[in-house]
């Protein structure tokens, strides 16, 4: 009888552990990351927003620009319209902002021709 309980307890451990090992991996990697939709805002010629791929991680936005839509601006602001941050960089490129603040925000992408792309989200 000891030896069926020793061989029970043996089987859920050897269970338990990799279960609890692989959950506490999934929740380290992605702890902090959400991916942010980008939208188009104005939009006069071809639309370029899969050519963007924006994140939140904890307090720092980023956003990739995987092909070349020549020179862009990247503004941050609140959602009440509140100006945060920007930066003007040739693409294909990426731009990082650190956000201090909790709250709403929202950010522009406006490329040479006009045209305006915007994403939302929430540092907590």
């Known amino acids: 009888m000891q030896l069926l309980k020793s061989k029970l307890f043996a089987l859920l451990l050897g ?12 929740i380290s990697t992605t702890d902090g990351y959400s991916p942010i939709t980008v939208k188009e805002k104005t939009v006069q010629g071809t639309p370029r927003g899969n050519t963007m791929e924006a994140s939140i991680n904890g307090h720092t936005l980023s956003i990739v620009f995987t092909q070349n839509v020549g020179p862009v601006t990247v503004e941050v602001e609140t959602d009440t319209g509140t100006p ?41």
């Open 84 to 124: 945060v941050d920007s930066q003007s960089l040739s693409t294909p490129n990426s731009a990082q902002f650190y956000i201090a603040a909790t709250g709403d925000y929202v950010f522009t992408v406006t490329l040479p021709n006009g045209d305006e792309y915007y994403g939302e989200f929430v540092i907590i």
């Open 15 to 26: 269970l338990l552990i990799p279960s609890i090992w692989c959950g506490a991996k999934a």
